[in-house]
């Protein structure tokens, strides 16, 4: 029986849906207590989903571009993902730097009321050259060790271009076995999906037992001004790109891609949430897996349309909290630098936050009020980070729906299923 045909109740996003409403319920009753009792279920639940990351990309790339072949194709294919990714981060930033300018939530903001909290310690890499040496792997079990996802997408892809060259005999064993491999994992990925309800119940209620509400208020124009950035993106922005790109119905689109939206808002990471938005994006939307296996791994470790976003709020909020007026080119440094330390985000919860610092450091703004206010923001990231971490893997499905069209795809988003 599809999920389509079930009883409400046993439809998987109805499922998610009480789950949330239990974990809100479950948080905001009992708090921390409730937190450190049943916090676990969900760490458990991201280690399932991080467990088959590494795996399951391997033999997506592998099993994808081994049919690809190498050369032209694969040529095509890379300009029109890089194109997609620049235009809808592009599109992002600048919707959020027109709403900062609009709502100006930083001017006459009191952040001393707000909590302050350290930064947790993440690589980010600091130059073009080095971003260059990380995709490059000296050694790819270590790699795969330290889930290096760029690393990871390079050797999957030479690896998969240098099976196609192959003599037919021997290439022909090797696509069947990626194949194979590739939907031993989709199986499994489906698997763990089924304790998606479970695994949401105990993400939420450690996110509202642990957050405390009352820096929201000291921080309310900035959070109102990135909610709306994000609420227009998400429904504005990239519908548009889905109905003039592709001639895609973003309903369809929304309503097949349910499940990877609610996975993103629960984990608040598009690197944990990758094999399902993998298993929506080819199961539902029904892109090929030539295409999907190409724009849905990248995606997650560089198309960041919501972190873009946040960047450019962000920086130009703290900016304002501190007096300053930036100049028509400062704002440009800002749109680039933001889109450039979007692309340099892990896909992991919180990583948005860590490379703020690129794009203040890009306008000279440092020092200790600066690291005050990026603490208060980080008091009151959580529900910030779930929402652009959602709006992120929208954005890569949105890419895959509309790159799987232009290569002519036509059975892409025809149903809801
Ligand atoms: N949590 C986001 C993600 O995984 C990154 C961020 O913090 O903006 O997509």
Redesign the pocket.
């Known amino acids: 029986m599809s999920n389509a045909d079930r009883p409400w109740y046993r439809r998987l996003h109805w499922q998610v849906f009480i789950a949330m409403a239990l974990g809100i319920l479950t948080g905001a009753v009992f708090g921390e207590p409730a937190a450190a009792r049943i916090g676990w279920i969900g760490d458990l639940f991201m280690e399932l989903l991080r467990m088959i990351i590494i795996p399951l990309v391997l033999t997506s790339i592998i099993a994808g571009v081994a049919t690809v072949g190498g050369g032209s194709t694969i040529g095509r294919l890379f300009s029109k993902t890089l194109g997609y990714y620049v235009l809808s981060s592009s599109l992002a930033v600048v919707t959020g730097l027109a709403l900062v300018n609009l709502i100006r939530p930083g001017v006459g903001s009191d952040i001393g009321g707000a909590v302050s909290q350290e930064l947790p310690e993440l690589s980010t890499p600091s130059s073009p050259i080095e971003l260059l040496f990380d995709v490059v792997p000296e050694n790819v079990i270590q790699a795969a060790a330290n889930t290096e996802m760029l690393a990871i997408i390079f050797f999957s892809i030479v690896f998969g271009a240098s099976i196609s060259v192959l003599p037919e005999r021997t290439r022909t064993i090797l696509t069947d076995l990626f194949d194979a491999l590739f939907q031993t994992m989709m199986k499994l990925t489906n698997g763990i999906i089924f304790f998606l309800p479970l695994g949401v119940y105990g993400l939420i209620t450690t996110m509202v037992g642990t957050t405390g509400f009352s820096a929201f208020r000291a921080l309310a124009f900035y959070v109102v001004t990135l909610g709306a950035g994000l609420t227009v993106h998400l429904f504005i922005g990239l519908p548009l790109l889905l109905i003039l790109l592709g001639r895609i119905s973003p309903k369809i689109h929304f309503a097949n891609m349910r499940e990877p939206l609610l996975v993103?808002f629960s984990t608040?990471?598009?690197?944990a949430t990758l094999p399902v938005t993998m298993a929506a994006v080819e199961e539902k939307v029904g892109v090929s897996n030539r295409v999907g296996s190409f724009v849905l791994p990248m995606g997650?470790t560089v198309n960041?349309d919501?972190?873009a976003l946040?960047e450019c709020v962000g920086a130009l909020f703290i900016a304002q909290a501190l007096g300053f007026d930036l100049s028509l080119v400062q704002q440009a440094v800002v749109v680039l630098t933001a889109i450039l330390a979007?692309i340099g985000?892990?896909?992991?919860?919180?990583?948005?936050?860590v490379v703020i610092f690129i794009v203040l450091e890009a306008i000279n703004l440092r020092g200790p009020e600066v690291n005050v206010i990026v603490g208060s923001m980080l008091a009151i990231d959580r529900p910030l980070?779930m929402y652009?971490?959602a709006v992120?893997?929208f954005s890569d499905s949105c890419g895959a729906a509309i790159i799987a069209r232009s290569e002519g795809e036509t059975e892409v988003d025809q149903v809801a299923r």
Do not use: K
């Open positions: 993103a608040s990471s598009s690197g997650a960041m919501g972190t946040f979007s985000a892990a896909a992991v919860p919180s990583a948005g936050l980070d652009r971490t992120n893997v």
